[in-house]
């Protein structure tokens, strides 16, 4: 597995290496110490909450060690989301264009692969660039919106979220879907089945 850490050489000048480690650091702490605590990120909508069944499901399958040299983001991963449990962690660029901190692709399994889930997450220096992200990415989501609103911390708003799904209509449980939210400098995207997607977004609780 290659390295996972963001690698400074890739920042424009000793300056700003300093300000965005600096920047970093502050952040992903605040965020480890948010994440810590059970439902601190909630949902704001007409959405359900997770169910009975959804919070209590166990994963058929054990969650992957994280590597060695994990970032404070990675570790603030959980470990299961209901019957999913993590499996693989790949360092990937695909926004690498909006100048994330890090980013990854996660895979979450509960052992049967056409349920797998795909997380896309990355972190920005500030809010305001991961909201920039997720309003780009928004846009270019294209189907159905099943579901969407806001995300509150402490009465306070840190982000959106938004559920899609392909084609028109009422979705089946096997369909395509699409589940993007930013919680504050965050942004995560998973895909998958529409059933899974459910599960997933509404049990995760970053």
Known sequence: MSDLNPNPSQQSSTGRN???AVAAIATILALVSAFAWPGWAVRSSNQPAPSA???????????????????ALLNALPNTVGEFARQGITSTQNWAGNGPIEEYTVVYSNGDS???????????????DAANTYTELRNALSGTVQTHGNIKAANTT?????????????PTDSTHAEALWRNDTVVFQASGAYASVQAFYLGFPM
Request: proline share 4%.
């Open 18 to 20: 300093v300000v965005v």
């Open 53 to 71: 069944s959804v919070q209590s499901a166990t994963p058929s399958v054990s969650a992957s060690s994280l590597p060695a040299n994990a970032s």
């Open 114 to 128: 056409s349920r797998d889930i795909t997380l896309v997450l990355a972190q920005w220096e500030s809010s305001d």
């Open 158 to 170: 840190t982000g959106k979220y938004v559920v899609v799904t392909d084609g028109d209509g009422d």
